[in-house]
């Protein structure tokens, strides 16, 4: 089978992958242990997956294939406790965000194997900067051409998950004042950023082996776009999140993308439109330098408003369909944070103003993805 | 015309000049080695030391290490002290397979010992003492080589821990053994008693108060890099000096300050440690001294002896580490490089020789130069092992150069 035959999945169903930070507990810098907790790991009955990623101080969970978000949040629980507690035997902390606060990239061990080597080689620095964390969105897509129009469409959405997963505002010691740092290391490589304008997955597929007959690519693992399909798998992949601080968020923007892909591909309000990637580049700024509190530009009805407001509206305009696929709740809480103008990024600085230290902003962030109560004395 | 402001000849140079000079012989025996033979630097302030020491040169006189001791005191404490923070009680306590390896890392280790000596002859109680010793992997040498190598991972946390806990039930055990040395003596039983009791007790006691002492101004002084690495220097140099002036054990009383402070540092108010380039020079200056107190003449006189010693101490320490590796939770490759990297034997080893035979002329003798020369042997390929061990486990920064 060719890697461009696009698999159909049953429509609209969801799978979750998260890049965690592996933080060590005497000094909360990354570790270096992925391959012995990986080791652990193995041996223990999981629902989902868990792989090594590009470096040393990082693992990767997978959920498996969910109709709705109950399920995928019930299994991230799961699979978030058997991380923590195996982490725990080799006394390391699990932590979300999108960087590490204060991690020294140069400091970085590739994982050994010949992809990651290849990737070391070919990108140099880069390589080891892009130590960042990210959540990716899978929804599961009938053919190439439900997926193509789903990748043109949910990029004008491409801020609200920024704005809603933003958990990177420091980055190697420093406040970057972005909301998201991370975006930044992956806006450096060079097949970063969206996928050309095609109009249905014929002419997507001229596209990519024009791509590789002319030497830009191999596969499609080779394109870092924000959103992008995935044939194999039979679904569009977004990639634009960070990863939460927990895992109860990432089941809530898992499920919001989720109710936004039924109403898009269920009622296709309107054909996918070259326009959306005119402002493309100045909303995905907005939102990863000011998060909630960006300026949004509406692709369609052009004008300028703020994103926490396109992010109410949107989030009410799915209602229906979050309904029927009992994921309500989820939106209600996204909403709640973006009334507050509330996110990770802002509760990690507001740690860091608290107890005056990165490290210990890293170890409250460990406390909190592993589910303890933060003390009372803080 | 007087000139009575001129020094008299020869000048007398005090601790000052011999702090400097061991810095300068440490740091040139310790670039030349790595430059010239490519062996770890450790080995050349070794070599530094052996060479100002009373078996070469004689630079470095019997008197003048007598002298020195306070800096080694100084130095061990704030090694220990590094350590015993290293020591987390909440690992301890969720992965109960790695206190139990721990602990038999240090039982197999003194039983194999204990029965190596006594197959050579040596009398129970001094061969017990000599096992002690021998228990105690280098607390020095592994951090040192932890530092350089900006080593992380399984292997260097656990041989920081088991490290911790070797040294510090090495240091129990010998106390504990003292009664039995006090009685060939005969001294009163109330003494024997008491003697050892006095020296834990008192010890932990003091570490413990430092260690609250500790807790309460860092929370007080907040979370400032500079101003708590000024507190934690001034708290260990205090506690060092407090066991010296009440006869009791600088090694015990640092390495309990710093698991207390580790543990009960429930408010987290402590930001994690960093001696940087200022703690280096007190690796630099302990290495040195450990050379020049080095007996080489001895060695060949009792090689059978102490390759014995260091075969059974490798064994030892192996067996517990591999039967429990799985069950601790690493794979056996990884539980093999540990016990490699548990090899070294040093400073601290030194140090309780000179306090037992100070005591007891009678353990100076013959085992005392067993247990020295495994030290003169270990001295040296210790840190390469540690050094190999890390590298081999891909633990440590591709960066930082060689330790």
Not at chain 1, 51 to 67: C, D, V, W
Not at chain 1, 261 to 271: G, H, N, S, Y
Not at chain 1, 281 to 301: S, T, V
Request: net charge neutral; proline share 4%; with cysteine.
């Amino acid at each position: 089978m060719d890697e461009m035959d696009f698999t159909s999945s049953a429509g609209l169903t969801l799978g979750v992958e998260l890049e965690l930070q592996l933080a060590q507990s005497h000094d909360y810098d990354l570790g270096r242990d992925a391959a012995e907790l990986l080791a652990r790991l193995a041996r223990v009955k999981l629902p989902g997956a868990v792989k090594p990623e590009i470096t040393e101080s990082m693992i990767e969970l997978n959920t498996s294939i969910h109709r709705g978000h109950a399920t995928l949040a019930a299994e991230l629980d799961v699979m978030r406790d058997a991380v923590v507690q195996e982490a725990g035997m080799l006394n390391l902390r699990v932590c979300g965000g999108g960087t590490h606060p204060f991690h020294s990239w140069s400091a970085r061990r590739i994982f050994p194997t010949e992809r990651f080597k290849h990737i070391l080689e070919r990108y140099g620095y880069l390589a080891k900067q892009f130590t960042v964390f990210g959540q990716h969105i899978h929804i599961g897509c009938a053919s190439g051409d439900d997926a193509v129009y789903l990748v043109h469409m949910m990029t004008r959405y491409v801020p609200h998950f920024i704005a809603l997963s933003a958990a990177s505002p420091f980055y190697q010691g420093e406040d970057t004042s972005f909301q998201s740092s991370r975006l930044t290391a992956v806006n450096a490589f060079p097949l970063a950023g969206h996928m050309p304008f095609v109009e249905d997955w014929a002419e997507f597929i001229e596209y990519f082996h024009k791509m590789r007959a002319l030497g830009v690519v191999e596969s499609m693992k080779d394109f870092y776009w924000d959103i992008r399909p995935k044939p194999e798998f039979g679904t569009v992949e977004m990639r634009i999140c960070d990863t939460p601080l927990t895992v109860a968020r990432a089941a809530q923007l898992a499920a919001y993308a989720q109710a936004l892909a039924k109403w898009l591909l269920e009622e296709r309000p309107r054909p996918a439109r070259r326009a959306v990637y005119l402002v493309n580049a100045f909303n995905r700024f907005e939102a990863a330098r000011y998060g909630l509190r960006g300026q949004f530009i509406d692709p369609f009805e052009e004008r300028k408003r703020p994103l926490a407001d396109d992010i109410l509206d949107a989030l009410a305009g799915v209602a229906p369909q979050a309904a029927a696929l009992e994921s309500a709740d989820a939106l209600g809480a996204l909403a709640a944070d973006v009334r507050r103008g509330y996110s990770d990024a802002d509760w990690l600085r507001e740690r860091f103003a608290a107890n005056g230290s990165l490290a210990h902003t890293v170890r409250e962030s460990a406390a909190r993805w592993a589910g303890d109560k933060p003390r009372a004395s803080g | 015309m007087s000139l009575g402001f001129l020094p008299q000849l020869p000048p007398a140079f005090g601790q000052p000049a011999l702090f400097g000079a061991l810095l300068l012989a440490g740091l040139l025996g310790g670039e030349g080695v790595r430059r010239l033979l490519g062996l770890p630097r450790i080995t050349g302030y070794v070599l530094a030391g052996v060479l100002l020491g009373p078996q070469v040169s004689g630079l470095l006189a019997p008197g003048a290490l007598g002298e020195a001791r306070v800096l080694i005191d100084l130095s061990l404490g704030l090694i220990v002290f590094e350590l015993g923070h290293r020591l987390d009680a909440q690992w301890l306590r969720r992965n109960r397979w790695l206190f139990v390896a721990a602990l038999a890392e240090s039982a197999f280790c003194f039983g194999a010992v204990l029965a190596v000596l006594l197959a050579f002859g040596f009398e129970p109680l001094l061969a017990a003492t000599a096992a002690a010793i021998g228990t105690a992997t280098s607390p020095a040498v592994v951090l040192l080589v932890a530092h350089e190598l900006r080593a992380a991972g399984q292997v260097t946390e656990r041989m920081l821990v088991f490290t911790a806990v070797n040294s510090m039930l090495a240091y129990v055990a010998l106390t504990l053994l003292l009664p039995f040395l006090h009685l060939e003596h005969a001294m009163s039983w109330r003494e024997a008693l008491l003697h050892p009791l006095y020296i834990l007790g008192g010890s932990a006691l003091v570490g413990f108060v430092a260690s609250l002492s500790l807790l309460w101004l860092a929370g007080w002084v907040g979370k400032r890099e500079d101003r708590q690495f000024i507190l934690l220097v001034a708290l260990v140099v205090l506690a060092v000096g407090a066991a010296r002036s009440l006869n009791l054990s600088v090694v015990v009383t640092l390495i309990t300050l710093g698991m207390l402070a580790r543990n009960f540092d429930y408010e987290h108010v402590l930001l994690p440690l960093r001696f940087g380039y200022g703690g280096q020079l007190f690796f630099v200056i302990l290495f040195v001294l450990t050379g020049a107190s080095l007996e080489f003449t001895a060695v060949p006189a009792v090689a059978a002896a102490v390759g014995a010693f260091i075969i059974a101490r490798y064994l030892g320490k192996s067996l517990a580490i591999v039967a429990f590796g799985r069950l601790s939770g690493v794979r056996p490759a990884t539980a093999g490089l540990l016990a490699l990297a548990l090899q070294p034997m040093s400073g601290l080893a030194v140090v309780m020789v000179l306090d037992t035979a100070a005591m007891y002329p009678a353990f100076g003798g013959e085992l005392g130069a067993v247990v020295l020369s495994a030290v003169a042997v270990l001295e040296i390929l210790g840190p390469i092992a540690t050094q190999f061990a890390l590298k081999r486990a891909g633990e440590a920064d591709p960066a930082a150069g060689s330790a």
